[in-house]
């Protein structure tokens, strides 16, 4: 589907730089700078419209929230949702973000979450799934050692091949939810896609992995 450019959306995130970090390289190892209190730091890789990141952002003014989303015309509608979630302890980031190691500092997130990633379902692109060994070196270096990740689809191919992918990395499967909306998680906070999917009927899938000692 073809996005509809924004021409107002810099000026928009320019305006908005207490949500939206203007200069996230520059902030590596200093995340914490960021928000009013330092607690746990939990990233999301592709926030999309938002709703996730601001419904975890309300339901636990406990943790720092920091949402990455490399689409402009995207974040515009997240950074919205943020500011109607009047929450002080979720922050944007509006980059690609290939390599998170550039983002973050060794050890210094705490939880990550992987909502509804494109699949990639062609073979050749399989390098560019994030649940492919390169990109689970990155949350290896970036998580800290008890640190753990979230991962939420509807495309059962890219789950039964994220979790080989783990198992192979020598990660450890704390949960895997087949049908996470037959088990009425009353904490679980849906995204957009989940919701569109889950009114269709589809099955979500979730795990949550970390990495060995």
């Given at each position: 589907?073809?996005?509809?450019?924004?021409?107002?959306?810099?000026?928009?995130?320019?305006?908005?730089?207490?949500?939206?970090?203007?200069?996230?390289?520059?902030?590596?190892?200093?995340?914490?700078?960021?928000?009013?209190?330092?607690?746990?730091?939990?990233?999301?890789?592709?926030?999309?419209?938002?709703?996730?990141?601001?419904g975890m952002g309300k339901q636990h003014p406990d943790i720092n929230f920091v949402g990455i989303e490399r689409?402009?015309?995207?974040?515009?509608?997240?950074?919205?949702?943020?500011?109607?979630?009047?929450?002080?302890?979720?922050?944007?980031?509006?980059?690609?973000?290939?390599?998170?190691?550039?983002?973050?500092?060794?050890?210094?997130?705490?939880h990550l979450y992987l909502n509804f990633s494109d699949p990639w379902p062609k073979t050749r692109h399989e390098?560019?799934?994030?649940?492919?060994?390169?990109?689970?070196?990155?949350?290896?270096?970036?998580?800290?050692?008890?640190?753990?990740?979230?991962?939420?689809?509807?495309?059962?191919?890219?789950?039964?091949?994220?979790?080989?992918?783990?198992?192979?990395?020598?990660?450890?499967?704390?949960?895997?939810?087949?049908?996470?909306?037959?088990?009425?998680?009353?904490?679980?906070?849906?995204?957009?896609?989940?919701?569109?999917?889950?009114?269709?009927?589809?099955?979500?899938?979730?795990?949550?992995?970390?990495?060995?000692?």
């Amino acid at each position: 589907m073809r996005l509809r450019n924004k021409p107002w959306a810099d000026d928009f995130l320019r305006e908005n730089d207490h949500i939206v970090v203007q200069e996230p390289f520059a902030h590596k190892n200093e995340w914490q700078t960021l928000f009013p209190k330092e607690q746990p730091l939990h990233l999301e890789i592709g926030s999309g419209k938002g709703q996730f990141i601001a419904g975890m952002g309300k339901q636990h003014p406990d943790i720092n929230f920091v949402g990455i989303e490399r689409v402009k015309s995207v974040i515009v509608g997240a950074v919205k949702k943020v500011i109607d979630a009047d929450t002080v302890n979720v922050r944007m980031v509006n980059e690609k973000a290939e390599d998170l190691r550039e983002l973050f500092g060794e050890n210094e997130v705490d939880h990550l979450y992987l909502n509804f990633s494109d699949p990639w379902p062609k073979t050749r692109h399989e390098k560019r799934r994030l649940t492919y060994h390169t990109f689970l070196e990155q949350y290896q270096s970036i998580l800290k050692p008890d640190g753990s990740i979230t991962m939420k689809t509807d495309n059962k191919k890219l789950f039964e091949y994220s979790l080989i992918s783990f198992s192979q990395f020598g990660m450890r499967l704390e949960e895997v939810e087949l049908d996470l909306h037959q088990l009425d998680d009353p904490l679980n906070v849906p995204t957009e896609y989940e919701e569109k999917f889950a009114e269709k009927g589809q099955p979500i899938y979730r795990c949550r992995i970390s990495f060995k000692d």
